[in-house]
């Protein structure tokens, strides 16, 4: 599970899908940074967790918090919940170390650079309707995506498309996925059947990323 930014509705996806898939495993990837690098220490919330190689924190007593992301995995249904915590040259070691731990059919991966390293079964992108900033990394994982899940608080799934399309239409760069199928939240009970059952998922009308 990738995203534009911050604030798109990842971890929220990630919820959803765990709810349905009972048993499956989660994994969440952090980029971190040394209190060196010359930030703000209080600013990076794990800058006193990097160390020399790839810290993984697997299991309840290790990384659930309440409210955090990994509180809501667990609180989501999750059998597992590894937390990778990395610097950028870490990134490869970190994630393939917690993908050797998963130990259940499924696990749901939630970090734009998950993407440079592995080849996922199933890579999907998300983003505001209205769009809004895109990350470097997400531009590399888009590429690789399979699906483009929009976020919408108050508009249905035709209107959330229209708007997406009309912010995509009023950039000056090319952001390239036309062909991705376009979800919403109308689409996330027929989409988790399908990833359950191996299906090939057939989103509803009007959901590819065109005009």
């Not at 919820?15 to 994994?27: K, Q, T, V």
């Not at 990837?29 to 800058?47: E, F, I, K, N, Q």
């Not at 508009?155 to 390239?176: C, M, N, P, V």
Request: proline share 3%; charged share 25%.
């Amino acid at each position: 599970m990738s995203g534009f930014s911050s604030n798109v509705g990842k971890t929220t996806l990630v919820c959803e899908l765990l709810r349905a898939l009972p048993g499956w495993e989660a994994i969440k990837l952090t980029r971190g940074h040394y209190r060196s690098c010359g930030r703000d220490p209080a600013g990076c919330c794990v800058s006193d967790l990097i160390r020399s190689e790839p810290v993984i924190r697997s299991g309840r007593e290790a990384n659930y918090e309440f409210g955090k992301d990994t509180g809501r995995f667990w609180d989501a249904g999750a059998s597992n919940v590894h937390w990778v915590i990395v610097k950028d040259d870490q990134v490869e070691l970190g994630i393939k170390e917690a993908l050797a731990r998963v130990q259940t059919e499924g696990v749901v991966v939630e970090g734009n650079s998950f993407l440079d390293y592995v080849s996922a079964d199933l890579a999907v992108m998300c983003a505001r309707a209205e769009g809004g900033k895109v990350k470097p990394s997400a531009r590399r994982a888009l590429a690789k995506s399979h699906a483009l899940y929009l976020s919408s608080l108050n508009k249905d799934g035709i209107a959330a498309r229209r708007q997406f399309a009309e912010w995509r239409a009023s950039l000056t760069i090319d952001l390239t996925c036309e062909d991705l199928p376009l979800l919403t939240g109308e689409d996330i009970t027929e989409f988790v059947k399908c990833i359950a059952g191996r299906m090939i998922f057939q989103p509803s009308s009007g959901s590819t990323n065109r005009g």
